[in-house]
């Protein structure tokens, strides 16, 4: 009899924490005697630990803080973070291991040997991109686990904000395609790497430039294709910061319009700084060009000193014309967005 | 699910958050858990075992009961008592069911 409630005790408190389990143990053992009778048949005793009911439930009763990783409260919230921040690392990881790849395939005398730049792309870039999102996982996961044992309370148990409430219309034609972010994510860090590689004479051929029996293998300066190398990576980086908030929000909010904004900005300073540049066409290339039976002056001239040359300033303005042109849209959007939103 | 059942679960969750006021209340005399339970039982609040002990647990950790083992018998027994800071928790849980009380007390006349 002694025996049959030790173990119903026991298989209460092998559930709970060791700190509680001694204390526990010594109450529920004085209340169960308590419950019996002198001299309890087994029967009794039997019938005692059934009207305890099942020692699974009385410990959950019994546990303070939760067992479980992720409660309920603050789920939706967990998989909301990781929808956005899985995709993004993953995709970035992947472009900095390629490029890591390229740079470990540039053999000693500046050129890539093709079969281990391949190579390099794969291993280097799909493992970078996977193991930085299975160690994303993780750490969000143990971040939220932590943030809630230490007493964080998620908005929808604690204070929340009208704007907090999630979206009736879910499929709405407002929403931003996930493949069209994934898509300019992908072609952005793609091109960019392409041009940081050529810019820095990593590319696996040359760039030969052939015009009649002429050739030339230099069209840029040093110089500049050493300035572009920075300021593409500014491209990249700005370019990526709208898709990451645009994957975020995956609307046309306030924040999407203010990083596009921001981003046309740099783009376009990013623009003016390499086009500052003193030199940019090498003067083999320029040489080369003005032997041909159409070259011009105007051509040659702009080819000499391309900063106050008419053909740039022209550039720059459909830059800027196609930059406000965007933001315009974004803008737009963005009031559709909150007129449609207003609607409900 | 049963009507029946519907009904019982209605009951279940209206006396659950009547349950810590019984208990507090009872327990400006110091009960030892069994004791405590049976005193509640005759004031027909139904209450089980398995939801009396931890509920006292509980109360004990966040202050509102305080408790001492009393070895002076064959067998040790943990009894219970109100803390002053249950004690405050209690005229506050009280003045709140009056209130609710009142208030359903209209809706009710309504009818």
Same mark, same amino acid.
């Given at each position: ?344 | ?32 858990? +069994?004791? %405590? &339970?049976?005193? =509640?039982?005759?004031? !027909?609040?139904? #209450?089980?075992?398995?939801?009396? +002990?931890? %509920? &006292?647990?509980? =109360?004990?950790?966040? !202050?509102?009961? #305080? ?45």
């Amino acid at each position: 009899m002694d025996k049959l409630i030790k173990r119903y005790i026991y298989d209460v408190i092998r559930r709970l924490p060791e700190k509680e389990q001694e204390e526990v143990s010594q109450e529920l053992e004085a209340n169960i005697y308590d419950m019996l009778s002198e001299n309890a048949s087994e029967e009794e005793v039997k019938e005692v630990l059934y009207e305890l009911g099942s020692p699974a439930e009385l410990a959950e009763k019994y546990r303070h803080s939760p067992k479980y990783l992720i409660s309920p409260a603050i789920y939706e919230e967990y998989i909301k973070v990781l929808k956005w921040v899985l995709p993004v690392v993953g995709i970035v990881f992947l472009g900095i291991g390629v490029i890591i790849g390229a740079v470990e395939s540039i053999s000693d005398d500046g050129m890539i040997a093709i079969n281990l730049f391949i190579k390099n792309l794969f291993t280097k870039g799909i493992s970078m991109g996977i193991s930085a999102t299975l160690q994303t996982l993780v750490w969000t996961t143990i971040g939220f686990v932590i943030a809630e044992r230490t007493g964080y309370r998620s908005k929808s148990t604690g204070d929340w904000k009208i704007e907090d409430l999630p979206e009736l219309e879910k499929n709405a034609k407002h929403r931003i395609p996930l493949s069209d972010i994934i898509v300019e994510l992908v072609l952005t860090t793609v091109f960019s790497i392409l041009a940081i590689l050529f810019f820095s004479g990593a590319l696996p051929f040359d760039t030969l430039i052939k015009i009649g029996d002429m050739e030339t293998s230099n069209i840029f300066t040093q110089g500049f294709m050493y300035a572009c190398i920075p300021a593409t990576a500014i491209l990249w980086l700005f370019n990526t910061i709208p898709c990451i908030v645009k994957l975020k929000e995956r609307r046309w909010t306030l924040s999407v319009f203010i990083t596009l904004l921001i981003s046309y900005i740099v783009s376009i300073t990013t623009f003016l700084f390499v086009i500052m540049q003193p030199k940019i066409f090498t003067s083999d290339f320029i040489v080369l060009v003005a032997k041909q039976e159409w070259a011009n002056t105007g051509l040659l001239n702009f080819l000499k000193s391309p900063i106050q040359n008419p053909v740039t300033i022209l550039v720059l303005i459909i830059i800027i014309l196609v930059g406000i042109g965007e933001c315009g849209m974004a803008a737009y959007r963005m009031l559709r967005n909150r007129e449609h939103k207003n609607k409900f | 699910m049963t009507q029946q059942e519907q009904f019982q679960n209605y009951i279940i969750e209206m006396r659950r958050g009547s349950l810590t006021m019984a208990v507090l209340g009872c327990l400006y005399k110091s009960h030892y858990g +069994y004791a %405590l &339970l049976q005193t =509640l039982q005759e004031k !027909g609040i139904d #209450i089980e075992a398995n939801t009396l +002990y931890p %509920l &006292l647990r509980r =109360l004990e950790s966040q !202050g509102l009961l #305080i408790s001492n083992w009393d070895t002076s018998e064959s067998r040790p027994r943990k009894y219970y008592s109100i803390s002053e800071k249950g004690k405050q928790v209690f005229h506050e849980l009280v003045l709140e069911w009056k209130k609710m009380q009142a208030s359903l007390e209209l809706v009710y006349k309504e009818i």
